[in-house]
């Protein structure tokens, strides 16, 4: 495929030439990530846009095939007490990193300890809390042979739980469980993520990496995961912000994929989700609006109540258009503990009376307050959405305020403002996934909401069988978010709709929104 064009408005991308594989050029696949990576340190990473790039460079003791079924990457198979409690792990002796050393169960311990260690600043730490001793170790970090995770030999791993949830093994595929080489990380300091530095043990190494351009993944030779043969083509992620631009480039034979994550305007998904290259995937994913429940106005459950009660959500689905599927509840159709009888419906009637119950009105109007949100996709035009509706249904002025990924993520983890939009993809294909984001170990709750009820029906609920307790549980939590304290207003899910090109094959594109390119093999057909 020819070189990205630099005439293109908000593109200016000129990426590297193929890498050389085995003495011969591979061909080259090249997708949007639609914006800079935060990190690409998988301890410190959190969302989709960096786990996109690190789930291609390293691999866990275990993956997610297309299915949403654990199958064995590091780990060639274990072992499960009846307890359900132990769980013993024997590595593939063929792991190595990219510079060719062996893959270790060492090495897995090393990246669990650093991940529990409060000074890295893992917002997934909470991940490994399942380990037993793991939540003490990372309240008092000293002796970490408290937890009980043990290298029995180079490569053999045994942990104990602290309880037996269903779903341990769906939390091993996490970026946050995944080994680390303190080696590598000690030498260059924050700058091990860095092209020349960074050495993981995935299909792809880092070649490049020209920030807020571009970056180059080339086939790694060490490769040789269960017999999994390696890879053959380089991947060009290219960061392009306007999803406009990367439709044309798409057309113009630029990009051999889009998806409507990163690179398919709202206001294009109904011509393309009729294209010849089109796919449409489920995938659970929900978008949010959360309060800071520490800062006023929103430290009061009232008014927060009333914005969810002013929020009319069937609008996202008239005016954008693009798959989106109002959903007041905080799990995804498809997932056990779904109850769509859950939330608080839009009615302005309620709404208004419930502002005036907060003490706001002609003698005390409300302040102006501020939405913020990241400059991504078509964000604006659903921020809009809500600005309109809440002017007109509780005759509030919200502000919007947009930035850049980086900078609004970094925001979120320091002093979120008072309203904020997020999405919502799982971790694994568990409610509890959704469920956990809210708990008060949570790294990813910025809503600074913490509530004991809620804690304990989503902790019990994730150690009880699918049936009507479970589901009883998981009522009474989603009640306790959404409706009785309001901590963020649901608004939809939506489809994946994603085109890539018909010499594309073996990309696999998963309901998690993961993107896996270890099998991709381009196959075009010479010219007549």
């Known amino acids: 495929m020819g070189a990205i064009a630099v005439g293109l408005s908000g593109c200016g991308i000129t990426p590297s030439p193929p ?3 085995n003495g011969a050029a591979s061909p080259l696949f090249t997708l949007n990530l639609g914006t800079e990576p935060p990190t690409l340190d998988p301890t410190k990473a959190v969302d989709l846009t960096s786990y996109t790039v690190i789930q291609n460079l390293m691999k866990g003791l275990v993956q997610f095939g297309p299915d949403m079924a654990v199958q064995p990457a590091v780990a060639k198979r274990w072992d499960i ?10 590595l593939d002796k063929a792991a190595r990193w990219h510079d060719g050393a062996p893959v270790t169960a060492q090495h897995f311990l090393d990246g669990w300890q650093r991940a529990l260690t409060p000074a890295t600043g893992a917002d997934y730490a909470f991940f490994l809390y399942e380990l037993a001793g793991a939540k003490a170790f990372y309240q008092a970090p000293t002796d970490f042979s408290t937890v009980k995770a043990t290298a029995l030999n180079a490569h053999t791993l045994q942990v104990t739980l602290a309880r037996p949830i269903p779903f341990f093994l769906d939390l091993m595929a996490a970026p946050i469980a995944l080994p680390a080489r303190l080696d590598v990380i000690k030498q260059y300091g924050d700058q091990w993520t860095e092209p020349g530095h960074f050495v993981g043990n995935g299909p792809y190494q880092l070649a490049e990496w020209k920030h807020e351009d571009h970056l180059t993944l080339s086939p790694n030779p060490n490769y040789h995961l269960n017999n999994v043969a390696t890879p053959t083509t380089t991947i060009e992620m290219v960061m392009v912000n306007d999803p406009n631009t990367s439709v044309v480039m798409y057309e113009n034979n630029e990009l051999d994929l889009i998806e409507t994550t990163t690179s398919i305007p709202a206001s294009d998904v109904r011509r393309l989700q009729h294209h010849p290259d089109a796919h449409l995937n489920p995938i659970y994913r929900l978008n949010y609006i959360g309060f800071n429940t520490q800062q006023a106005p929103f430290n009061n459950p009232l008014v927060r109540q009333a914005f969810a009660h002013a929020t009319d959500r069937s ?7 693009s798959g989106q599927k109002a959903n007041a509840t905080w799990l995804t159709p498809g997932l056990f503990g779904y109850n769509p009888d859950l939330g608080l419906a839009f009615n302005p009637a309620k709404a208004k009376a419930l502002l005036k119950q907060a003490g706001y009105g002609p003698n005390n109007p409300f302040p102006t307050v501020a939405l ?6 078509d964000t604006r035009k659903e921020m809009e959405i809500l600005q309109y509706q809440w002017q007109k249904h509780l005759g509030v002025t919200v502000t919007l305020q947009n930035m850049e990924w980086k900078m609004f993520l970094k925001q979120l983890q320091t002093q979120p403002p008072g309203l904020y939009r997020l999405g919502w993809f799982v971790d694994y294909p568990d ?16 809503t600074g909401w913490q509530s004991h009820t809620y804690d304990t029906a989503v902790k019990t609920a994730a ?10 549980l998981m009522n009474t939590a989603q009640r306790q978010l959404l409706e009785t304290d309001t901590a963020i207003i649901p608004l939809y899910t939506a489809n994946k709709l994603w085109l890539a090109k018909p010499h594309v094959n073996g990309l696999v594109i998963s309901p998690l929104n993961l993107i896996d390119l270890q099998h991709v093999r381009i196959n075009r057909q010479p010219a007549n």
């Open 463 to 472: 150690i009880t069988a699918n049936g009507p307790q479970r589901q009883q």
């Open 372 to 377: 913020g949100y990241a400059t991504q996709n």
């Open 19 to 21: 890498s050389s594989h």
């Open 431 to 446: 409610a509890d996934s959704f469920l956990a984001l809210f708990t008060s170990d949570s790294g990813n709750n910025y």
């Open 315 to 321: 609008w996202f689905e008239k005016l954008l258009q």
């Open 81 to 90: 007490s009846p307890d359900r409690l132990t769980y013993t792990f024997y």
